[in-house]
């Protein structure tokens, strides 16, 4: 029998005692959704739980031998979606007015290998409206708060999930990264966050935003954790042309590494307690006998605006099926052209009309070459960039964000300052590289998170880095913030 509440476990721990037959499912689903009852009204992690479902198929994984059990490696863990990824017979809005009564009639590939596997899906996790936001204060249907300090974001735009996994509302979600939106949220929530390879995990079913960046993730307490997740929804899709088999996994040697250590990732507008503790755990690392290399990534000045270009190109082609016809919301018009113009403005939210039109501006006649085109050609430059660097090093380390978890409502009037907390993370999706944030230390008791950054293809080796440094760091107290 479990000594400590079932919500406090990491979820390896949850699918031991299940298939040793110490705790049913059903013991281990209650559990947390009663920690949801109990904390979510003050946390707002959720958009949706589903209370009857879970505890259903809870239920059904209860009548498994143990060796079904054991052959599925979530078997009786709850999880939690991102509400941008498909969910048959569940709401999937994007955050957003326009999808708020959408219910889809398929999963993503991502669902269908959670299920698979065992895991229980427990309910979908708000959001950035359609991804596009680091705060997740752009969500149309819900807020959000940190769960270390309720008058704070917990980042986004997969703050739902980040916060649902702080709070111990569930041990695993997913989520989605575009420019960070994975690692910067699991950096201000203090939890282990991981943005695979582009195309190592499918995006079949994911709401697209810039389809070139977009890329699902696992988030955790722990790597081990994340790892186990991540190991669950990577592979090939025939759903999805870009998604890799994981045969072409690129090894690392086992150590000592060369760490890369990039000198535009310490300059001007870094927190204190942010370089404090990232400079900890370099010297953690040095310790450890692995070679701190000072490096250059030249083109990182460039990554905000070029990243700021091609997302947004690439999202006002995506968000235009969403126009009234098919599905979801739709406004009376006198006419056809009326009538798209007054859903997407009463459906859209201010940040996603503000992308639109940047991205729409980019690409007008007239102006291709210089905004669009110029911004691909800098993303090259970056990505080379990176090649060049992992000629010389193993890994680079860098903090995950310049700065902690900020107030609510404090940068509603400045998105350029919004915009500059993704300046470590974007240059990773332009890259198409692997990213993992996991926790350093607590500074002005918030978490502050450590980026570790691989060559393509090397995700489970970028997960075998960074468990070699977690027992060093100082251990995070949970619950976080939050009454039980």
Not at 35 to 45: F, L, M, N
Not at 268 to 284: I, N
């Amino acid at each position: 029998m479990a000594s400590k509440p079932l919500w406090t476990y990491e979820a390896h721990t949850l699918h031991d005692l299940f298939c040793e037959g110490a705790v049913s499912a059903e013991e281990i689903v209650t559990s947390h959704l009663a920690r949801i009852r109990a904390v979510d009204a003050s946390v707002g992690a959720f958009l949706y739980v589903d209370e009857a479902g879970a505890v259903a198929e809870a239920r059904r994984q209860d009548q498994w031998s143990a060796a079904e059990r054991r052959e599925r490696p979530l078997s009786g863990v709850p999880v939690a979606v991102k509400d941008n990824i498909v969910t048959q017979g569940m709401p999937t809005t994007a955050g957003s007015k326009i999808l708020g009564e959408f219910v889809s009639p398929y999963d993503a590939t991502v669902v269908v290998k959670l299920k698979q596997a065992g895991a229980v899906i427990i309910g979908k996790t708000n959001l950035d409206e359609f991804a596009m936001g680091s705060s997740t204060e752009h969500s149309a249907l819900a807020e959000t708060r940190n769960p270390w300090d309720l008058s704070r974001v917990p980042g986004g735009s997969s703050g739902g999930s980040a916060a649902a996994v702080a709070a111990q509302l569930v041990p695993l979600a997913l989520g989605s990264d575009t420019g960070g939106s994975i690692r910067q949220p699991s950096s201000y929530c203090g939890i282990v966050g991981m943005k695979p390879t582009y195309g190592r995990v499918s995006r079949y079913g994911l709401i697209a935003f810039a389809s070139s960046l977009d890329q699902i993730g696992p988030m955790a307490r722990s790597i081990r954790d994340a790892r186990l997740l991540y190991h669950v929804i990577q592979g090939a899709d025939r759903h999805d042309s870009t998604a890799l088999s994981s045969a072409g996994d690129r090894t690392v040697s086992g150590g000592p590494w060369r760490i890369g250590v990039p000198r535009e990732y310490f300059g001007e507008g870094m927190d204190a307690g942010v370089r404090r503790l990232t400079e900890a755990a370099l010297e953690r690392l040095r310790g450890m006998g692995h070679a701190l290399v000072e490096i250059s990534l030249p083109h990182t000045s460039y990554a905000i605006a070029t990243y700021y270009l091609i997302a947004p190109a690439e999202a006002s082609s995506n968000l235009s099926r969403f126009d009234g016809v098919r599905y979801g919301m739709r406004a009376e018009g006198r006419d056809l052209l009326t009538m798209y113009e007054k859903t997407r403005d009463e459906g859209f939210g201010a940040e996603v009309k503000r992308r639109i039109l940047l991205g729409t501006h980019a690409l007008s006649a007239g102006y291709y070459d210089a905004y669009y085109l110029t911004a691909q050609k800098v993303r090259t430059l970056i990505r080379q960039d990176f090649d060049k660097a992992f000629q010389e090093v193993d890994f680079i380390v860098t903090p995950t964000t310049p700065d902690v978890a900020f107030r609510r409502g404090e940068r509603d009037d400045d998105p350029i300052k919004m915009y500059l907390g993704d300046v470590y993370t974007v240059t990773a999706n332009l890259a198409g590289i692997p990213g993992l944030s996991m926790p350093a230390g607590v500074a002005d008791g918030l978490p502050v998170g450590l980026q570790w950054l691989a060559p393509g293809l090397a995700d489970t080796a970028l997960f075998d880095a960074a468990a070699t440094l977690e027992p060093q760091m100082e251990p995070m107290v949970w619950p976080m913030g939050v009454e039980a």
